[in-house]
């Protein structure tokens, strides 16, 4: 068998060859090399190119890390290394493999590069080899919940819901590209300018979406939704200042009583982590079916399907929607239907599935306030079902869904339950509404954080029955009690 590049001897009794910077090194010089060390292949260097005028500290985005002498290093390290062993080392035994072959290289083309310097690019190529170049330490660092590239120069994340520049380059265009498809291979998706848009998702559950040119103007652009390792619970998201306590208690209550909720917000407000934290709820004996676009959530309970959508292929076929799947979601016995985002004609199957025994039913959409919610769930009705009437639409939504949650991003950056509304019924033509939580804007603290309070009328709720049933009526008049 081959160990690192080298083929043991023997019948498997040999110990196993030390790991060196030869280890991840081809075996042999390329065709036409000379070797200028014992075992160590010379690569003909290409030649230097041109600095353009003028001190090169001064040009914008300088690094001398990707340019000059050390570039050539680098493209020498790529030409030596062998991917597929690389790929099979441990990231640490990498790095220490890859510096030193830097550093020999660096001692034989007599090019002074300190021990940090040697460091970095070691970690940089590990990074482009095993994993997603530049973006690696944004991925791993906790505190980023976005990331933006809008190009191989200009790159942005979110911090504390709020967004910041950071100084991080890739090294041309083509770089950015290839992180692009590396990403969309992971999920057996393809982006390219055939197909230069895509949806996908990381091994980690974050969210990727791509854009290649020629929709791109300016090269490739990469947006990724991260999500936190850590899981939110209502009690979280009180300690955040996301709901008050009571807000957390009418939430557990009704997902325990299988109400049918609706999570209405604006894009990164918080609607799928709201949706989360709700399904953790949900008891561990019920089947729950999932339908995504790009997997995200993250349930807990031991029996849950997952269902993914499928764009179509190079030849315009294959295509599988979120309808399709609801649709046959129908057909699996689930106790609840989770829909990750209701976008289209598949709103009309959710309601659908809503008022045929699956209670308890969630599902997200775009919208700015609760009632804006029940307009744009009205108008994804109508894209699938063009015929039908808007009071037969209207009916549906009435007897369908119990609850909408709207959940803001406000201007300090935080995420915050502004309202949270029942379903009375149908009035005429009007589908009538009853807050039961709205949050009321006190002012700004010294700091600049958002205080303010969440305020409720206090009534009795139109499925009093249903929390009756399920031993929770109390409880709920009891956490409004205290919001008063």
Known sequence: MRVFGRRAEGNGAAPPVPARFEDVAHSGPPPGAETGMPGVPTIPLPPLPDEPAGPAALRPNFDPLMEGPVARIRAQVLERVDPVVAAELPPAQLREQLEALIHELADRERIEISAREQARIAEELAHDMVGYGPLEPLLQDESISDIMVNGPDNVYVERAGRLQRVNVRFRNAAQVAAIAQKMAATVGRRVDESSPLVDCRLLDGSRVNVVFPPLALDGPIISIRKFTKKKLDFSAMVANGSMSPQVARICEIAARCRLNIVISGGTGSGKTTLLNALSRLIDHGERI?????????????????????????????????ARDLVRNALRMRPDRIIVGECRGPETFDMLQAMNTGHDGSLTTIHANTTRDALTRIENMVQMGQQNLPVKAIRTQIASAIDLIIQIERMRDGGRRVTAISEICGLEGDVITMNDIFVFEYLGDDPSGRIRGRWVTPGV?????????YFGLAHAWMQALAEAQ
């Open 460 to 468: 009795r709720p139109g499925f009093q029955d249903r929390l009756e």
């Open 289 to 321: 079916v999932t339908i995504e676009d790009a997997a995200e959530l993250q349930l807990q309970q031991p029996h849950v399907v997952r269902l993914e959508t499928r764009p179509p292929n190079l030849e315009g076929k294959g295509e599988v929607t």
